[in-house]
């Protein structure tokens, strides 16, 4: 079983930016996609980006396509969600998933981590 932990998250304002690390500890999680969800208060846990273990290909929500950007660093056990530009409608507890599959889809998630607050002031 695989041990997610996110940190990086606080409180911003608008335009700023922030690295959100999600360190991975269990079984080897190269062979996981992982990707990166978030849930605002009163809404749904929604999909934010992920990065495919077989090919690195990364995908991302229409809504911070262009402004975040996620990487991993295997050697280092560790996902990267790099948030720019950040909105006022980016505040939300952002949560690290790893999914058995080649992409991600929040059904297909297999471990999720504890969560990280992101709260970004206009």
């Known amino acids: 079983q695989l041990q997610l932990v996110e940190s990086g998250g606080g409180s911003v304002q608008a335009g700023d930016s922030l690295r959100l690390s999600c360190v991975v500890s269990g079984e080897s999680f190269t062979e996981y996609t992982m990707g990166w969800f978030r849930q605002a208060p009163g809404k749904g846990r929604e999909y934010v980006g992920s990065?495919?273990?077989?090919?690195?290909?990364?995908d991302y929500t229409n809504d911070v396509l262009g402004r975040f950007t996620i990487s991993r660093d295997n050697a280092k056990n560790t996902v990267y969600l790099q948030m720019n530009s950040l909105k006022p409608e980016d505040t939300a507890v952002y949560y690290c998933?790893?999914?058995?599959?080649?992409?991600?889809?929040?059904?297909?998630?297999?471990?999720w981590g504890q969560g990280t607050q992101v709260t970004v002031s206009s």
């Open positions: 998933a790893a999914a058995r599959a080649v992409r991600m889809r929040i059904d297909y998630v297999k471990w």
């Open positions: 990065i495919s273990w077989i090919d690195s290909l990364t």
